[in-house]
């Protein structure tokens, strides 16, 4: 009998730790981007996505796949058909979370690859739209320390343009490092990367 | 208890053991692999990509029937609903998404701008950074192949075409009175704010058979469907004052502005070759009102244009001149609506109405106009798939025209029409590849006045010859009524005709564009009247006609000089016509054989300017020498004008603006007048009909507040 309670006890216990169909695959989403599949793992993320319905995390991280690749593309088409691809997904993402800050800030960053892939042609239409958005997720999340990283980062980078000093935005580099370190995830796999980013957008200040 | 457990281990056995497993190649139509094809099963965690090879492989839990997808980047989604054991070692071909980029484009004849446009030649700030246009948003166009240059006038001659073969159109509804009004060798400008558009469609020849009542072009305008951001505008020029505010508020949007100009300080400084006894004076309003509706988006435009000018324009057989004024008002307002139905169906509905009246006044004759007109236009299209597009539509054009003529000689004079005309359209369109697409379309015309229906036919054509060009091919039949200077006094003339038939070649490859089209084009059932002017008592008829053929060569290249963008157009045009009170056929005043435009605008990083120049080069025009016996068989010489801008931001939210035309002050010819009746030698004496000044200038400071401070103005001047 007190075999049977072990044995029951092992078995329940087993499951509560093995992983659900979604942990599992968002889990091996993640180890393909990290070894560098990204289409195998944008595929991946899109499919949990059309299997979980209601959620929008794999679509969000398909979308970032997507953007993220385009940074280290030259192929000017294969740059716009992946950006659109992004967008496809954003706008799924969208459908089952409106008014997310999370989202907003990969819009912003998806606009960005734009203006960045094609200046003359994005540069004028897209920057108050990558402005906008994120002071529209700063509203909805002041303390989000991407929206204030990467909103730094674009700042610095239009000053420099104007021939500005990019420095003014340093003190918000510092701030999001605070607020990185404060940051704990509530939900699996909900979005909290960034921090590595830190000392990179820190070059601008020495 | 033993076999408890192995009950239990049998469970977890026999759930791991029922795997099936999926296979197969995925591949282009020509056979090469498709590395990275995203496969799975519908709704289910199951799938996997294809490696180098196309091959792909997984294993699912999962019995019965079920739906395979396999997706690809710019291809068709393709699915397979089957037994999960018969997805075994599958084939399958992946069609070519023909929407995706690199696809053939169908382009004959047309020039976008805007950024979404895979066929686009100008960016949307090309439209209004380009030197020499000083903010009018036709001069930007002015500067690409096929249009002739005609600076005493403004508007756009379109390969051989006079200025009236040119409609203009706000989100697919027509604009009745698109340029301000003028007096004779004054040139025009469009009523319209540039910032209102994003993007345009400018096409030279054979366009959709959703146009018609235009011989030779339309320009196609697409009003904002949402402004990025609030902010509020001003504008500080030479010439007059601009301000401009937007606001946004849950799904609506609103957009005003105002401008006055007034040309008196500029006149004050550069000195005019006619007499102004009243600087030319506008005011101008315009609103935007947008609503987003759920699966659709209603957008209401409305403009009110005031305009105020005196002039002395100079007459060789008048020595005093000719005291000219002219007062015009003009209301033009346009509502549209377009929405999904579902299942793939798209509904457009629209209205424009415009009212425009005139008084003007020609020494000691007065004349009152006032024209009203509206268009009602009605388009559903279908998507039946990526491959296959089927748009049908109805329009009415209703117009009622007043005019009311005194003068000391005689008594009042009034005249009035009403021209009315409906038209159906359809137009298929058929990509057969991703290399080859087809356009078909057909429009029928019933014009109410003249009593005439009238078919006519639109094709094009379109081969992709590598990845980087193409070819083309159109050909369409245009109908147009004659203009009202002539409607009002005969009403029983044919529709006027031109059939175009067009070649293009287009290379586009990492920032360079070649875009090469030779055309021809027929002229027929053109009007002809046997007075010098339309008069009442004229002999009219529609016997003119006439051809147009030629070459328009473009060239961009944004990448070869870093921070510098240029673009050279040359256009060869041979052209003879007959109609009017022509007595042969001959080359109008209007068409030059070689017009040249080259555009360049350099970027300057330390100086935060943006520097534009303009050059415009264009043969010498036809006229006609009383004292030869050839009709329009003399040459005026070339007209050449280098144009300069400057605009140096401040901030990114102040922009100081300067533009100059003409630097080098060329001294341009456009035509010659000459007196009705020769001097005591037997010589008829002349006038060269010349630009009002050599030069024109606007020195201008730009504002814009808004909350998020990256915008400016730049792409409104």
Known sequence: MKTIVILLTFLTATTIHSQTPYEKGMGKAFELWGSNKTDEAANLFERIGKAEKENWLPYYYAAQVHIIKTFTTKNAEEIESRLKKAQNHLNEAKTFSSNNAEIMIMEAMLNTAYVAHNPSVYGMTLSPKVEELYQKAKVLDPENPRAILYHAEWKMGSAKFWGKDPKAYCPEIEKAALLFDKEQPTTPFYPSWGKDQIE??????K | MKSLLSFFLLLITSISVSQTTISGTVTERSGTPIIGANIYLDGTYDGGSTDDQGNFSFTTSETGEHTLVISFLSFETYSLTTTI???KNLEVRLKEDVNSLGSVILNAGTFSAGDNSKA?????LDIVTTAGAAGDYIGAFQTLPGTSTVAEDGRLFVRGGDANEANVYIDGLRVFQPFTATANN??????FSPFLFKGTNFSTGGYSAEYGDALSSVLLLNTIDEPNQEKTDFSFISVG????????????????????????????IISQRVEWSKPFESLSGEAVYRHQFKNGLLKVYGGLNY????????????PEGIN?????????LNASYKGELGNDWKLTVGASFANDHNDIQITETKVGTDDNNAHVKGKLRKRFSNRFKLSMGFEQFLGNFTEEVTAPSFDKVESNYQNNSTAVFTEANIFFSKKLAMQLGVRGTNNALLEYTRIAPRVSLAYKTSSTSQISLAYGDFYQAPQQNI???NTSLDLEKSSHYIFNYLYQNNGRTLRAEAYYKGYDRLVKFDTERPEFSSNYSSNGNGYATGLDLYWRDNKSIKNLEYWASYSYLNTERTYRNYPERATPNFASDHNVSLVGKHWVKDWKSLIGATYNFASGRSYTNPNTRNFLGEKTKAFNSLNLNWAYLLSQQKIVYFSLSNVLGSDNIFNYQYANTPNSNGVFNRRAIRPTADRFFIIGFFWTISDNKTDNQLDTL
């Open chain 2, 487 to 489: 409607l009002k006094f």
């Open chain 2, 120 to 124: 686009s030649v100008l960016t949307p």
């Open chain 2, 85 to 87: 054991t018969a997805m």
């Open chain 2, 241 to 268: 004052l601009g301000v401009g505010n937007t606001q946004k508020w849950k799904n609506n949007s609103l957009s005003i502005n105002a401008f006055y100009l007034n040309l008196k300080p500029y006149q004050e």
């Open chain 2, 186 to 191: 004054i040139p025009t400008r469009g009523r």
């Open chain 2, 324 to 332: 000219f004024g002219l007062t015009n008002r003009n209301l033009y």
């Open chain 2, 307 to 318: 305009t105020d000018f005196q002039l002395i324009q100079e007459d060789i057989n008048i």
């Open chain 1, 200 to 205: 990179r957008v820190k070059q601008n200040c």
